[in-house]
């Protein structure tokens, strides 16, 4: 796993293609919460990541920030002083049943399509990003969980 990423053969590309398309029709049917797709999404990027950094240790390799870190997100400074909500008071309030779907479905389908975990990773990472970005711009705790807004081309 060397710092350059190698190119996504195509059958990895239909494979990624298949998870964006499986969480973005999931996402928008039920009207999922930024912050229960960013939960779940976080959740699957630390396992695959602490499995793919113990193997990169093990075979004495690389693994690029692009996938050991999130991607930046730019926060507007005023942004960062808001008052929040207890995380006990947010997990109290999720639906723990649609975050199970969602994380199923993520599971069956990295799993049943053996999606490599560095392309897996990727491809959450750009949810991650998404989710992030839409959470630093929430000014207040209703925000948290309105309906995560995906951009037409994603």
């Not at 970005?133 to 995560?148: D, E, N, V, W």
């Amino acid at each position: 796993m060397s710092d350059a990423m190698p190119p996504i053969s195509s059958s990895s590309t239909e494979k990624m293609l298949f998870l964006q398309e499986n969480m973005v029709h999931f996402v928008n049917q039920m009207s999922m919460p930024v912050v229960e797709v960013s939960l779940v999404v976080s959740k699957y990027l630390k396992k695959l990541v602490d499995v793919l950094e113990e193997r990169a240790q093990i075979e004495g390799e690389y693994l690029s920030r692009e996938v050991v870190s999130p991607w930046s997100v730019e926060v507007e400074t005023s942004d960062t002083d808001r008052p929040g909500m207890p995380l006990e008071r947010i997990l109290e309030i999720v639906d723990i049943d649609r975050m199970d779907i969602l994380d199923t479905m993520i599971r069956t389908i990295i799993n049943g399509t053996e999606l490599p975990f560095v392309d897996a990773v990727l491809a959450l990472r750009r949810w991650e990003h998404l989710a992030r970005s839409q959470l630093s711009k929430a000014s207040g705790t209703g925000q948290l969980f309105s309906p995560m807004i995906l951009p037409t081309d994603f």
